[in-house]
């Protein structure tokens, strides 16, 4: 299963998510929940660096996958966290759109760091 843990500040702006996990919907290669999360975690992290113009902090295991962190940072301008929020909230959607379908194969939640 894919979990997802998505933190927010005392602003209610997502600060950082991680993923963890395999769906295991379907065969390697084949599992369409499996692609789906990725397709949209990676669209995020690369749309915040071409669009909000700096680089997230991030961690993942490239070698058997399973494993995506990311984190805002700071000392940001006010363009850059708002694009890079859009983007953040946007990946939020689209995780919770496909948790609505396949709940068996992927979790996501939202924690306050207060």
């Not at 927010?8 to 369409?32: C, E, K, M, W």
């Amino acid at each position: 299963m894919i979990k997802g843990t998505f933190k927010r500040n005392d602003a209610d702006q997502i600060v950082s998510f991680t993923l963890t996990g395999h769906a295991d919907a379907g065969p390697y290669g084949s599992d369409i929940v499996c692609a789906g999360v990725s397709a949209l975690a990676i669209s995020t992290v690369n749309g915040i660096a071409s669009l909000a113009g700096f680089e997230p902090i991030v961690e993942m295991n490239e070698e058997e996958g399973g494993y995506l962190y990311t984190e805002v940072t700071s000392g940001l301008t006010q363009e850059q966290n708002n694009i890079a929020e859009i983007l953040l909230e946007n990946l939020l959607l689209g995780l919770q759109s496909i948790e609505a379908e396949n709940s068996e194969y992927i979790q996501i939640k939202t924690i306050n760091d207060k």
